[in-house]
């Protein structure tokens, strides 16, 4: 008997004890809420089963006793086997499984443990509690809630990851404005470079057309000069009008004509000289020096001039045939513009430029530039008829002659010195204090 | 009363001057003419100074002939300097040049010149030339030169 067993059970848990044990233990049983049977042997035969197994089961207690237990549950398939261990074994286990085809699930769980007789397991309590579907229930949201969790959290993993990249698009878009802004000024910039570049290509374009028309315009408005002393003169000659000047009407055809020849070949040394490819290199002045004094022997000594030579001479990065014309040239003017009957005394001397220009400047800055550092710088001093200060710029401009009846020439040979120092990279100026004749000097570079 | 007009000759070239005194002769221009080889000089006769204080020797012209091509100061610093001669307004400037330049002669009358005549190559077309100027001198009326005689 189930009850029995029970009660046996119990008896050998407490064997002192005076109080009706079994007795108590049945009647908590029949009073229990919880639903309970219990099983006998290897079948599991019901034997016993509550108030509350009978209710879970919805049938009278005639119905349910001598079935097999698995008759009678409705989720039993690992319920079986563990009767089975727990009658084999003795050990109390729980169990829970589903009901099959119940939707939405129906959770069965079981707690078993034996009973004893005689040293031996007889039966087996089966403690029954259908969860129904509160657990289900509880699990699906639980798992909702998990899940609710894990979508939260990949959902703010996403929202990170956009906001990152939305970062990162944001930055980039903002260097790319940025680099577009950098583009667009340096566009800017080189639009206006450009446009400078233009406008002064355009100005020296203009200046340099500017200088030609007016070389062009001096040209041909010097050379008419002549030709209209030629033309008039030569209608005297022809209209036989005051004979007793044909003379001098031919001589001033004759000298017109000499003078036009001779401005049109310095006009070519001036071209040639502008023109020309000059190769600069090291050149000893002194042997410049040497070759023009020697080739204007003949006039100093018409002239009954002295040229005093200071050495020591420096090395100038020139062109050699170049030098020699404009120091020729210089030379030959010092030798022509002194006073009627005064000899020429001309002194051609070099001095370095110093290392360094003075860390202070005078007050006053002289007329006359310092040599810049580099460069030599070449006098020729004469004690001639010197150049007033007004004047002393226009000397060098071609045909400019200040003393056309004075003095002989074409107004070339300080325009050809001009462009012949200029060309080969140095400058040229004069100073002439009152009453002591002209000092040109001109700077040239000293080879490296 | 055109006979008494002094006319005052600027020009640095020796044989442009006597071509000048040719065609004048052949123009019958008699009028007495003066000459000055340079804008220096030519500044120095109209301001009366120098060698030129004498008034009767070198008198005030009423009409300038002014080369504009010279050494020294040229035909543009004559008229320059004579803008801002006050006494010397009633002088009658004719620039007589080489040059065709037209910025030349836009730079002439702005500096004040009446008139702006090239210097012809042809000797006949400078005796044409100095005909047309005598014309004008017989034409025109021109005020006493100095003001105290107006007073």
């Known amino acids: 008997m189930s009850t029995e067993a029970m009660a046996e059970k119990q008896t050998t848990t407490n064997a002192n004890q005076p109080l009706d044990l079994p007795g108590l233990c049945l ?62 074994t003795g050990r109390p286990a729980s169990h829970a499984e589903h009901e099959p085809s119940q939707q939405p699930l129906v959770l069965w769980s079981y707690t078993m443990w034996p009973v004893l007789a005689d040293e031996r397991f007889v039966g087996v309590i089966i403690q029954v509690t259908e969860t129904a579907k509160f657990h289900e229930k509880t699990v699906a949201m639980n798992e909702a809630l998990m899940l609710g969790a894990v979508r939260q959290h990949e959902l703010k993993e996403a929202a990170d990851r956009l906001n990152a990249k939305l970062e990162l698009e944001i930055t980039e878009r903002k260097h790319a404005q940025q680099a577009l802004l950098e583009a667009k000024a340096a566009l800017a910039d080189e639009a206006a470079h450009l446009e400078r570049l233009v ?39 022809v209209n036989g009008e005051d004979p007793k000047a044909a003379v001098d009407y031919a001589q001033r055809i004759r000298t ?101 220009h003075p860390s202070t400047l005078p007050l006053h800055p002289p007329a006359t530039p310092p040599a810049q550092p580099g460069f030599i710088r070449v006098w020729v001093e004469d004690n001639g008829i010197g150049i007033a200060p007004e004047h002393q710029e226009q000397i060098f401009r071609l045909f400019l002659r200040l003393h056309r009846d004075a003095y002989e020439g074409t107004g070339v040979g300080l325009a050809i010195v001009q462009k012949a120092i200029e060309r080969m990279g140095g400058r040229i100026g004069v100073e002439s204090p009152p009453g002591h004749g002209s000092r040109f000097w001109f700077d040239l570079r000293k080879p490296h | 009363m055109t006979d008494q007009q002094t006319i005052l000759l600027v020009d640095d070239s020796e ?50 002939l002014l080369d504009l091509n010279m050494p020294m100061k040229d035909g543009f610093d004559v008229l320059d300097w004579l803008r801002k001669q006050s006494r010397l ?63």
């Not at chain 1, 079935?67 to 009767?83: H, Y």
């Not at chain 1, 000499?258 to 000059?278: N, V």
């Not at chain 2, 221009?29 to 009767?56: C, F, K, M």
């Open chain 1, 27 to 88: 009647a908590f049983t029949e009073r229990a809420p919880l639903p309970m049977a219990a099983v006998e042997g290897t079948t599991h035969i019901v034997r016993y089963a509550n108030p509350a197994f009978c209710a879970l089961m919805a049938k009278p207690m005639e119905q349910l006793v001598e079935k097999r237990i698995s008759d009678l549950l409705p989720a039993k398939d690992q319920c079986v086997t563990l009767l089975d261990r727990v009658f084999r």
């Open chain 1, 199 to 237: 406008t002064e290509r355009t100005a020296e374009l203009t200046s340099s057309n500017k200088q030609l028309e007016a070389f062009i315009y001096t040209i041909a408005h010097d050379l008419r000069a002549p030709l209209r002393a030629m033309q008039g003169f030569s209608d005297m000659l």
């Open chain 1, 256 to 356: 017109s004509a000499r003078l036009m020849d001779a401005m049109l070949t310095d006009l070519l040394a001036f071209s040639r000289i502008s023109q020309e490819k000059l190769d600069l290199g090291p050149v000893h002045f002194e042997t410049i020096v040497q070759a023009t004094l020697a080739s204007l022997e003949t006039n100093i000594q018409k002239a009954n001039g002295r040229v005093e030579a200071v050495g020591p001479w420096p090395i100038v990065l020139a062109h050699g045939p170049t030098l020699s014309q404009v120091l020729f040239n210089l030379v030959s003017n010092a030798l022509k513009f002194v006073r009627p009957g005064v000899p020429p005394q001309i002194r051609i001397r070099a001095e370095e430029a110093p290392a360094t």
């Open chain 2, 15 to 64: 044989n442009d001057l006597t071509l000048m005194s040719i065609a004048f002769r052949r123009a019958g221009l008699n009028s007495p003419l003066q000459v000055v080889h340079n804008g220096e000089e030519a500044i120095a006769y109209l301001a009366g100074e120098g060698r030129y204080t004498d008034r009767n020797e070198f008198p005030l012209p009423a009409v300038m």
């Open chain 2, 89 to 151: 307004k009633r002088l009658s400037t004719i620039v007589l040049t080489a040059s065709v330049r037209p910025e030349d002669v836009e730079r002439a009358f702005e500096l004040g010149a009446h008139s702006y005549l090239v210097k012809p190559a042809a000797l006949e077309d400078l005796v044409a030339m100095i005909r047309c100027l005598r014309d004008w001198l017989k034409l025109n009326h021109f005020p006493p030169l100095n003001e105290h005689v107006k007073r």
